[in-house]
């Protein structure tokens, strides 16, 4: 198995970001799913990566955490993942919502 690289690393924790995103409004759509599987693909991420994540878009546990220690250093990259998936199903929950006011908190470089 090839060694993941620090750009592999990276994409791999705004994918969890992503899906903990797309799960919380306790559901996840085809749209979500596609658009998490996409970025994943559009972004070279290993495929035993890909096949982790299609396992943990196919299981009901919940999402891994991601680290966020590592997507502080590029919030910007963070939050665009993070507003496309919001918009690939055309609505926006409040529970989705909250979760990116936490986020812009989160990842502010004053923290």
Known sequence: ???????????????????QLA?????LDLQEVGTILGSA?????????IAALKKLLEGNAAPPAPDL??????P????EAARALIACDGRLQAAEKEM????HIILSPER
């Open 23 to 27: 799960w919380s409004d306790g559901q």
């Open 41 to 49: 693909r559009s972004w070279g991420v290993p495929e035993s990566e």
């Open 69 to 74: 220690a590592l997507l502080r250093d590029r």
């Open 76 to 79: 910007d990259e963070v939050f």
């Open 100 to 103: 990116l006011e936490e986020l």
């Open 1 to 19: 198995m090839a060694k993941l690289t620090a750009e592999d690393d990276f994409n791999i924790e705004v994918l969890k970001l992503m899906l």
